[in-house]
């Protein structure tokens, strides 16, 4: 990569970072693209350069959680492999990402921008079921292969991913918890496995 474009990709994460700060202290409205430049220290036109508007700015930095959410849908269904032990992997991912203060951010600027523009929530909530449907697959091979009890997919895998969000995710969200330490992660992920199977596992 030549140093042109090394700058280029540090300017526009400087931008990023810059909108996320702002997003968060004063919200998607009172936001401008003058004081996002200001903050990363770069000059408005170069802002417009990286992002047209200020929606397109949002819409990256939504991209940025999508991209965090995705990477937690790694497993697979195994018919080798313990039911327990593929959801274990699964509920430990995403209670260890809703932990990331990164990812909490996010959400948290995502979340204040939506509340006024009911046009952003729902296109921010489609985007994100989207995403979380891997373990809706998961539960959908697993019943195929005659190990789960016949439960629409969907309604058990945001029954599950519920339990996770009632402790790891809601409370920071709504009453400025801190993130949950590792061991209130194993416990919140441990205690939805076992109520999942117990209510689902043939």
């Known amino acids: ?19 996320i700060a702002e997003f ?3 919200g998607f409205e009172i936001t401008s693209m003058d004081k996002i430049a200001a903050t990363a220290g770069v000059s408005k036109r170069t802002v417009y350069n990286h992002f047209p508007s200020k929606e397109e700015l949002f819409a990256e930095i939504l991209n ?13 269904y195994n018919r080798d492999q313990p039911l327990r032990e593929q959801l274990r992997q699964m509920l430990q991912a995403k209670v260890q990402l809703m932990a990331d203060e990164n990812f909490l951010t996010l959400a948290r600027v995502a979340i204040a921008a ?3 523009s009911p046009e952003r929530a ?3 909530v489609e985007r994100m079921g989207e995403r979380e449907e891997g373990l ?3 539960i959908r091979a697993a019943q195929t292969d005659g190990r789960l009890k016949p439960v629409d997919p969907e309604f058990a895998a945001h029954q599950v991913q519920g339990l996770l969000k ?3 995710f809601w409370p920071q969200m ?9 061991d209130m992660q194993n416990t919140v992920a441990e205690s939805a496995l076992e109520m999942f199977l117990a209510c689902y596992q043939l």
Do not use: C, Y
């Open 136 to 138: 809706t697959v998961w």
């Open 114 to 116: 939506t509340i006024h």
């Open 174 to 182: 709504s009453m400025g918890r801190a993130a949950l330490d590792v």
């Open 122 to 124: 729902q296109n921010m």
């Open 64 to 76: 940025q959680l999508w991209a965090r959410i995705s990477a937690e849908q790694s497993v697979v």
């Open 166 to 168: 009632t402790f790891g």
């Open 1 to 19: 990569m030549t140093a042109p474009q090394r700058l280029t990709d540090r300017k526009r994460e400087a931008i990023i970072q810059a909108a």
């Open 24 to 26: 968060r202290a004063n």
